[in-house]
């Protein structure tokens, strides 16, 4: 786990790292506040820090005040490194948002179990936000998550002429795999039919469980082309191989609906998804197991 460092004073940092990197922890350093801030805010940015409180530029609770009013999605837990531990300074850091703090200068060993104390906030913090993203079938996002990737993936390409398409994928006479083969059959094919098709994607595209079988990929900067060429190779992995099981190996396709958006184009979310649905009804009454795109 990443491991924010911010000090100016060399020497601390140099021994922070050591003793960190001992534990096993993957230390960043920053020597000023502004820093500390920009590396926190960054999109991968470190889960856990440790904050001088007097920095040049930014001190220590200017920057947790700044990343707790920041609105961040993940949870950074912060500890405060200061030299004051009088009862008014701790309350002061406490309030800007520190999590803990440390009085200066510090023995290793209680740097040690604050972090992990730390850890254990973020690990829970962390498995929490996966339960509530996730399908526990699947493992892929949940009806909620697809739909606030699409959300902020249209919002981030506002005004950004380019093209962000979905997929609505559902998969073709399921009600009678499950009468057949039994309804954990079922769920065995729906767990290896959202694999293959998830293994299509690429890594910055996103898949969901829409509703009961019915799948849905968001892929940004991708074109009417590129979505054809992605559903039909969703559609192939489905068709080719028949999914084994213990039950049997059991035979099914999938019917899909694509639909694209150029993003300067004031996308809406809700008309984007209605084509895309539209063109999957069409894909069914096709006769299934085909590709269809919206208008
Ligand atoms: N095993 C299993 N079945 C599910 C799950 N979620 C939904 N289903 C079933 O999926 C079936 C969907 O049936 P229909 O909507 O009639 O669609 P279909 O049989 O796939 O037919 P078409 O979509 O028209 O090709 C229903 O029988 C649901 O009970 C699940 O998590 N596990």
């Given at each position: 786990?990443?491991?924010?460092?911010?000090?100016?004073?060399?020497?601390?940092?140099?021994?922070?790292?050591?003793?960190?990197?001992?534990?096993?922890?993957?230390?960043?350093?920053?020597a000023d506040g502004l820093t500390a801030e920009a590396i926190l805010r960054?999109?991968?940015?470190?889960?856990?820090?440790?904050?001088?409180?007097?920095?040049?530029?930014?001190d220590g609770i200017d920057v947790c005040h700044n990343i707790r009013q920041a609105g961040m999605e993940r949870y950074v837990y912060m500890i405060m490194l200061t030299s004051r531990t009088e009862t008014?300074?701790?309350?002061?850091?406490?309030?800007?948002?520190?999590?803990?703090?440390?009085a200066k200068p510090f023995i290793a060993e209680e740097m040690r179990v604050r972090v992990r104390a730390g850890r254990r906030i973020v690990d829970l913090e962390q498995e929490l936000r996966r339960q509530a993203t996730r399908d526990a079938l699947t493992g892929i996002f949940n009806r909620g998550a697809i739909l606030d990737v699409l959300q902020k993936e249209i919002a981030r390409h506002a005004r950004t002429p380019n093209f962000l398409s979905v997929i609505f994928a559902d998969l073709d006479h399921?009600?009678?795999?499950?009468?057949?083969?039994?309804h954990l059959?079922?769920?065995?094919?729906?767990?290896?039919?959202?694999?293959?098709?998830?293994?299509?994607l690429r890594n910055y595209d996103s898949f969901g469980r829409y509703g009961g079988e019915e799948l849905l990929a968001v892929l940004p900067n991708c074109d009417p082309e590129g979505a054809l060429?992605?559903?039909?190779?969703?559609?192939?992995?489905?068709?080719?191989?028949?999914?084994?099981?213990?039950?049997?190996?059991i035979a099914v396709t999938v019917s899909i609906g694509i639909a694209s958006v150029n993003t300067a184009d004031k996308a809406d979310?809700?008309?984007?998804?209605?084509?895309?649905?539209?063109?999957?009804?069409?894909?069914?009454?096709l006769g299934r197991n085909c590709v269809t795109a919206a208008p």
């Open positions: 786990m990443k491991v924010l460092v911010a000090d100016d004073d060399p020497i601390s940092v140099l021994y922070l790292q050591d003793v960190l990197s001992e534990w096993g922890y993957e230390v960043v350093v920053a960054e999109e991968d940015g470190p889960l856990l820090a440790v904050l001088d409180w007097m920095m040049p530029g930014l008014e300074f701790i309350v002061a850091a406490m309030n800007a948002g520190a999590d803990d703090y440390i399921f009600k009678g795999i499950n009468d057949t083969y039994g059959a079922g769920d065995e094919v729906l767990r290896e039919a959202t694999r293959r098709m998830d293994s299509m060429a992605v559903a039909e190779r969703m559609r192939s992995a489905m068709a080719d191989t028949a999914v084994h099981t213990p039950y049997g190996d979310m809700t008309a984007l998804l209605h084509r895309a649905d539209g063109a999957l009804y069409a894909a069914k009454l």
